[in-house]
């Protein structure tokens, strides 16, 4: 990681404020509704010719698709982008990625938008880390592909099973025990899957090729966002990352890349964070100790095959 000479005390830095809304294109949102008609619109008409496609170019279609469905709920569980939340819930329920329902990932990031100690288990709800009795608590094989999980080429191959894995795992043992909100989330998803599953079957495309060639990719691409978004440190703001980017990553990631901006200011159209950052870059980057990334080639040269800090949760 980059350490950057700006980083004094960011507690002697005045918080700059916000920009306020200008015109209608900030203040309708346009450009969310633009990625809300574009998903949408986008995925049906590649589902619907998915069957004139090799395997492969589905997959470079349909991963970064699902991606950006994926950054659309996370900007509409912020409260984009309308007022009205029941509206922006509509908005985000369409299973597309099929393996959360929308609620249980609205609930839950809300959640870690109010831990005092990101990324630390058991607290937060995201955390990629195990405190040192769960890690015991492995087998040698789950020890050694936590490791290889936290390289990048891990993360985005076995990355996406692992997260499965122990989602599903928790999520079943609640609904096994009758947890009332686990089925109140779980069964509209259930039935918003089957009908998505009815569809695709239809267009020729049968439930496992979509999870592979659709699925995987797109949630690969969403778990290079998450590798380096949180890491323990002494000071929660020193926990969060930055990642600048470039024109497409802002948009596929909906400028969550800029993630310390994202967590000081939650409630920020997604359109308006990067502005903000680069207007106040010095403060942003003094606040989060320099934890910064040029870009995600950048974090490809330095841990595609090397391991970003350890499996193991030490603050």
Request: glycine share 6%.
């Amino acid at each position: 990681m980059n350490t950057n000479n700006n980083t004094n005390n960011a507690h002697e830095l005045m918080a700059p404020p916000i920009p306020p809304v200008q015109g209608l294109w900030q203040h309708w949102q346009l450009p969310t509704w633009l990625i809300v008609v574009f998903v949408y619109s986008s995925y049906y008409l590649l589902m619907s010719n998915a069957n004139q496609l090799t395997w492969w170019q589905l997959a470079l279609l349909a991963g970064p698709l699902l991606c950006l469905h994926g950054s659309l709920q996370h900007e509409i569980l912020h409260g984009h982008p309308t007022p009205w939340p029941w509206f922006n819930d509509l908005l985000g329920w369409a299973p597309l990625s099929l393996w959360i329902p929308y609620s249980r990932y609205r609930d839950s990031h809300r959640l870690h938008h109010q831990v005092d100690t990101l990324a630390e288990p058991g607290i937060d709800p995201e955390s990629y880390y195990h405190l040192p009795q769960q890690w015991l608590s492995k087998t040698r094989l789950g020890r050694c592909l936590w490791h290889i999980n936290f390289t990048l080429a891990g993360r985005l191959i076995i990355g996406p099973w692992l997260v499965l894995w122990a989602f599903i795992s928790t999520e079943g043992a609640q609904l096994l025990k009758g947890d009332i909100y686990s089925w109140q989330s779980w069964l509209p998803h259930f039935a918003l899957s089957a009908g998505l599953l009815i569809w695709l079957q239809e267009q020729g495309i049968a439930w496992w090729y979509y999870v592979l060639v659709c699925v995987w990719p797109g949630l690969s691409l969403t778990l290079m966002r998450s590798y380096l978004e949180h890491r323990p440190e002494s000071d929660n703001h020193r926990r969060t990352a930055l990642v600048e980017g470039n024109w497409f990553t802002n948009t596929l990631y909906m400028a969550v890349n800029i993630h310390q901006v994202h967590h000081e200011h939650a409630s920020l159209a997604w359109f308006m964070v990067k502005p903000y950052y680069l207007a106040n870059k010095d403060y942003v980057l003094a606040k989060n100790g320099g934890y910064y990334y040029r870009g995600y080639g950048q974090i490809m040269q330095q841990f595609l095959v090397k391991q970003k800090d350890s499996p193991i949760y030490k603050p």
